[in-house]
């Protein structure tokens, strides 16, 4: 929950699903959701140990579906590709139950 106040201050995004219950549930859902784009970012990190030899050059995402305050979120980049100095990866965030949250594409380019 801290997680997605600090995101909402720095994003700016107060939208108040992402951080209150009530304004959540009356908004239909069962409780507070992720912002797409806290998920999103998460996913990059998985290649931040990279960034010494490279870059991600092109980040395609797809929102697929929400993540709730007690999900379990799994990050996968799987290498579809090599390409000279370009890795092409299939990147996708799932939750406990297998369903995708967010899947897409990230090109990552070698120094």
Do not use: C
């Not at 990059?44 to 140990?49: C, G, I, P, V, Y």
């Not at 929102?63 to 990866?89: P, Q, S």
């Amino acid at each position: 929950r801290l997680d997605l106040i600090k995101y909402a201050g720095a994003s700016g995004d107060f939208n108040p699903i992402h951080t209150i219950d009530e304004e959540a549930k009356n908004a239909g859902l069962p409780g507070i959701i992720a912002h797409g784009m806290w998920t999103m970012g998460n996913l990059a990190k998985l290649f931040s140990n990279l960034y010494e030899t490279g870059f991600i050059e092109e980040y395609k995402i797809r929102f697929k579906g929400m993540v709730f305050l007690n999900d379990v979120i799994t990050l996968h980049a799987d290498l579809k590709e090599r390409n000279g100095d370009r890795y092409f990866f299939n990147v996708a965030a799932t939750n406990q139950s297998g369903k995708e949250a967010i899947s897409g594409e990230v090109i990552f380019k070698t120094y």
